[in-house]
């Protein structure tokens, strides 16, 4: 086959990507370098249970339309479990369990109406998402100016509470940008802020995959791309060599040429992928050179019993800050629990056993069935480069186009405004195929 686009990485950027350009009838051969589709976004088999592990736990928000549109595409949107309404059940340090429920009214009244009611915060605090309401309806006019304030320094100068932050904003926070609000710029989480409360009172509603991930969409994808006639490919190393203005596409001894080429591998990859540094992607390269990396830390715990009632607690002020139950994916019986802590650059180099014993030690303080349960096993999965970093001081991060024409970049690092998400990627992987069906 002589594709019409080549496609280089099978993560949440490529797939999508390579599905919008074969929906609108072009040959696409997508590249992926690793034994596996997924990227950073996959799955493995534990070979103790044989059950299929999430090499990190996501999940998806009720706002993330493109991403949506991509399962729906693929025909597996109904593999995503969405809330009719956003609610959260926590757990706090002294073991106080509480629920946020926000009842389905005009943004932001749902989610003040919601924390009215919540019995995790007092007066004070309440009255402090009052003052917050008006400053998240402004975002509905955008984020604005780009400001190196840090998260916790722009949540304290529009009035929020210590406990306000700690059970709320910071979870949230956290959770998003995968970086501590004390080192996270603030204008990536406003974006946040803005599509989740500030439009649609669903765009907040937690979205939790009924399937691993690799079952989610990467199959699904590879089955609709082999169905509309692609080609896709692992074990193949790509490298793009640009001379003269045109754009060659090298794996192995094989030499590949196509009217368009996406890159849609991560940040810290690119360099690889054009080993050559053509002069007219050197600031891109640079950029993405000095981008520096925030890991995430999943510990997966078996237990010989159900030890929650709930398929996902949060566990705000503690190293493992959430607690997904794998009964949803793997049924009524199951007794695997996945433990996340995002931003997690202070844990990421302890050893294996030390975070078992700190994940089991967490849920045991918060989940009182868990003190008599036995732990029949325990799993690390560290993701080093989970995330881009969105502290003050990175570099810009590029957009679709890169002056090269039929050379096009997706991937969550590319400047959808959003941070390291599925959406990002998505977005980035369906805006790269719109321009390069419209080059």
């Known amino acids: 086959m002589n594709p019409d686009a080549i496609v280089i990485g099978a993560g949440f950027a490529g797939l999508s990507a390579a599905t919008a350009l074969c929906e609108r009838g072009l040959r696409v051969l997508v590249l992926e370098a690793r034994p596996t589709l997924g990227g950073r976004a996959t799955a493995f088999t534990d070979p103790a249970t044989g059950e299929r592990v999430d090499n990190g736990q996501h999940v998806l928000f009720g706002c993330y339309d493109e991403t949506f549109l991509f399962l729906r595409r693929l025909g597996a949107e109904s593999l995503v479990s969405v809330q009719p309404q956003l609610t959260v059940e926590t757990i706090d340090r002294d073991g106080r369990r509480s629920r946020l429920k926000c009842p389905v009214l005009p943004s932001p009244l749902h989610l003040i109406a919601g924390l009215m009611t919540w019995d995790a915060i007092g007066w004070r605090d309440r009255l402090a998402v009052i003052r917050m309401g008006g400053a998240i309806r402004d975002l509905q006019r955008g984020p604005g100016a780009v400001t190196e304030e840090t998260v916790r320094a722009w949540l304290e100068r ?18 998003a940008l995968n970086q501590s609000i004390d080192d996270a710029a603030v204008a990536t989480f406003l974006s946040v802020l803005g599509r989740m409360f500030g439009r649609d009172p669903l765009s907040a509603s937690l979205a939790l995959p009924l399937k691993p991930l690799d079952e989610l969409y990467a199959i699904p994808a590879r089955h609709y791309l082999e169905r509309m006639g692609g080609i896709v490919e692992t074990n193949a190393a790509a490298r793009v060599h640009i001379s003269n203005g045109s754009i060659e596409v090298s794996v192995g001894d094989r030499r590949l040429t196509a009217p368009v080429v996406v890159s849609a591998v991560p940040w810290f990859a690119l360099v690889d992928v054009f080993p050559d540094r053509p002069s007219a992607l050197a600031s891109i390269l640079e950029a993405a050179a000095g981008t520096q990396a925030s890991p995430i830390v999943t510990v997966n715990l078996w237990f010989d019993r159900v030890v929650t009632d709930g398929m996902l607690v949060g566990l705000p002020g503690r190293t493992w800050q959430w607690v997904f139950d794998k009964r949803m994916v793997f049924g ?14 202070s844990i990421v180099v302890r050893g294996n056993e030390d975070l078992i014993n700190s994940a089991v030690d967490e849920v045991r303080a918060a989940l009182p069935s868990a003190r008599s349960a036995v732990l029949t096993r325990g799993v690390v999965v560290r993701e080093r480069r989970a995330t881009f970093s969105v502290a003050p001081g990175q570099p810009r991060r590029p957009g679709v186009r890169t002056g090269i024409p039929g050379l096009f970049l997706a991937g969550d690092w590319i400047d959808s405004g959003l941070p390291a998400t599925i959406e990002s990627a ?8 719109e321009a390069a069906l419209n080059r």
């Open 158 to 175: 529009h009035g929020q509470t210590p406990r306000l932050i700690e059970v709320l904003w910071e979870p949230l926070a956290v959770a």
């Open 332 to 345: 009524e019986q199951a007794s695997h629990l996945s433990l996340v802590s995002s931003g997690a650059a």
């Open 426 to 433: 998505v977005w980035s992987g369906h805006r790269a195929a």
